[in-house]
């Protein structure tokens, strides 16, 4: 079992930047291949980012390229989502979750959600 908190959404000027953070519990960690997911209103959760048990692979979704980072430390069991030139169109709710050794792209693969945190970006 792993349970997983998420921290750091909050309202931000388009043009900004946030830093989510997702501390999981237990000794495990280091198992799982971790992603942050998005879900807007009226919208499914889709995968922005994911990152390899390692940290020595990462995948993102086309539209944040070269404007999200994903990152792992798993001496702190926390995983991070660094979002710059935000964009009204990120306004979501943002979720961290636990995955299988590798990346993987199927939202079924991952085992453990977190309770998501609030992203809004004002124009």
């Known amino acids: 079992q792993v349970q997983l908190v998420e921290s750091g959404g909050g309202l931000v000027q388009a043009g900004g930047s946030l830093r989510l953070s997702c501390v999981a519990s237990?000794?495990?960690?280091?198992?799982?291949?971790m992603g942050w997911f998005q879900q807007a209103p009226g919208k499914e959760r889709e995968l922005l980012a994911a990152?390899?048990?390692?940290?020595?692979?990462?995948y993102y979704a086309d539209s944040v390229k070269g404007r999200f980072t994903i990152s792992r430390d798993n001496a702190k069991n926390t995983v991070y989502l660094q979002m710059n030139s935000l964009k009204p169109e990120d306004t979501a709710v943002y979720y961290c979750?636990?995955?299988?050794?590798?990346?993987?792209?199927?939202?079924?693969?991952?085992?453990?959600w977190g309770q998501g945190t609030q992203v809004t970006v004002s124009s």
């Open positions: 237990g000794s495990t960690f280091r198992r799982y291949s």
């Open positions: 990152i390899s048990w390692s940290g020595g692979s990462t």
């Open positions: 979750a636990a995955g299988p050794l590798y990346i993987t792209t199927a939202l079924m693969e991952y085992d453990y």
